[in-house]
């Protein structure tokens, strides 16, 4: 019986339900910002921070909050939306052992993969690389579970029969 499995696959879906609560949560605070001067928030902020305006990367801040409109608002949340509806529903999936969820985990983890790599060769950081170990091991760990299918429903089983 392999138990390690499930668990590490209930990891996954714990850290997928995470990912999709913080980005919901983003979303909300996205529309708290709907119908409010954000250029001015942003000023604040920076104020706040005690970081110089007149710099390079506050500045690029601030006017990038002046170009924010209600629309890119209700836009940016509805991604949120969407994003969290998908990695909820993944975390379900992988929690109950559903085999569709465990390939969206292998699939959306992939997917990333190129990405990371070029971000981490642009400009590299340990945190980027960190990022792209986590992932790979994700969708190494998915690939491993898919092939060993057999053992998960099998101790899936096992444990609701125990209950």
């Not at 909300?28 to 007149?54: K, M, T, W, Y």
């Not at 085999?99 to 642009?122: S, T």
Request: hydrophobic share 55%; net charge positive; aromatic share 10%.
């Amino acid at each position: 019986m392999k138990k390690p499995l499930v668990d590490g696959i209930r990891a996954i879906a714990i850290f997928e339900a995470v990912k999709g609560l913080l980005v919901l949560l983003a979303g909300l605070g996205l529309l708290g910002l709907i119908h409010r001067d954000v250029q001015e928030l942003a000023e604040r902020l920076v104020r706040f921070s005690h970081l110089n305006p007149a710099s390079k990367y506050p500045q690029i801040f601030i006017d990038a909050a002046a170009s924010v409109t209600d629309a890119r608002l209700w836009m940016l949340a509805g991604g949120a939306g969407i994003y969290s509806v998908i990695r909820l529903a993944e975390a379900y999936g992988l929690w109950k052992g559903r085999r569709w969820a465990e390939w969206l985990a292998l699939v959306g983890g992939a997917l990333y993969v190129p990405v990371e790599i070029y971000h981490l060769l642009h400009r590299f950081s340990w945190f980027k690389v960190a990022v792209l170990g986590a992932n790979v091991a994700v969708v190494a760990y998915m690939a491993y579970a898919l092939r060993h299918r057999a053992d998960v429903e099998r101790e899936l089983a096992d444990r609701s029969a125990r209950l």
